[in-house]
């Protein structure tokens, strides 16, 4: 059975930090890029980051740039997703999604996994 576990999530400050992580199995974790997508509240789903199964590529939305960074450890099939300098904006929940193939791309329906997701609030 496949599974994505998000975790990590919660209340934080602004400006705070937070590290989400994405534990994935059920799957050949290193055969599969990975993505993080976030949904606000009454919004739609926003791509934030994505990455290829090697980590030899990343992407980054334009508000996400030079404050999270994507990363994964193959041999523990994990996700990563490190926030800093979180804004009030960055409330939403966050899911991992899985992509076959190795390499992204920021398609809903190309990721035919996809976690629970974690709840992130910023806010003071």
């Known amino acids: 059975e496949v599974q994505l576990v998000e975790s990590g999530g919660g209340l934080v400050q602004p400006g705070g930090s937070l590290r989400l992580s994405c534990a994935a199995s059920?799957?050949?974790?290193?055969?599969?890029?990975m993505s993080w997508v976030r949904q606000a509240p009454g919004k739609g789903l926003e791509w934030v980051s994505a990455i290829t199964w090697n980590a030899d590529s990343t992407y980054y939305a334009d508000s996400m740039k030079g404050r999270f960074t994507i990363s994964r450890d193959n041999a523990k099939n994990t996700l990563y997703l490190q926030m800093n300098s979180l804004k009030s904006e960055d409330t939403a929940v966050y899911y991992c999604?899985?992509?076959?193939?190795?390499?992204?791309?920021?398609?809903?329906?190309?990721?035919?996994?996809w976690g629970q997701g974690t709840q992130v609030t910023v806010s003071s």
């Open positions: 999604a899985a992509r076959s193939g190795g390499s992204y791309n920021l398609k809903r329906l190309d990721y035919p996994y």
């Open positions: 059920g799957f050949t974790f290193d055969d599969y890029a």
